[in-house]
Nanobody
């Protein structure tokens, strides 16, 4: 069965960095676009970054563009989110997600386009 397992979260001071990992299994990883979402307390889940199956396209929410970088390693079936210049407003539970269809042209954050989600991992930015 499909599994997505996030790791790498934790507590970091403002201005610091973290790298999240999402280890995938149960499907042919290289065929699917992947994404990171986050949900802060009392707020709706929002898209952060997504990457195409071919690794040729990436897309970022404007609030993280220039600070966060999404990458993938198809040999390891893992997607990463490098987060630099972290701010308190980045505090949230972060989720990785797999798109519903193979080799999809869609790059974006419509949640209905994603069919599997990880369990989430806490990122807290605080001094």
């Amino acid at each position: 069965q499909v599994q997505l397992v996030e790791s790498g979260g934790g507590l970091v001071q403002p201005g610091g960095s973290l790298r999240l990992s999402c280890a995938a299994s149960g499907f042919i990883f290289r065929e699917y676009n992947m994404a990171w979402f986050r949900q802060a307390p009392g707020k709706e889940r929002e898209g952060v970054a997504c990457i195409s199956s071919s690794d040729t396209s990436t897309y970022y929410d404007r609030n993280v563009e220039g600070r966060f970088t999404i990458t993938r390693d198809d040999a390891e079936s893992t997607v990463y989110l490098q987060m630099n210049g972290l701010k308190p407003e980045d505090t949230a539970v972060y989720y990785c997600a797999k798109q519903r269809e193979v080799y999809n042209d869609y790059i974006g954050f419509l949640t209905r386009m994603y069919d599997y989600w990880g369990q989430g991992i806490q990122v807290t930015v605080s001094s």
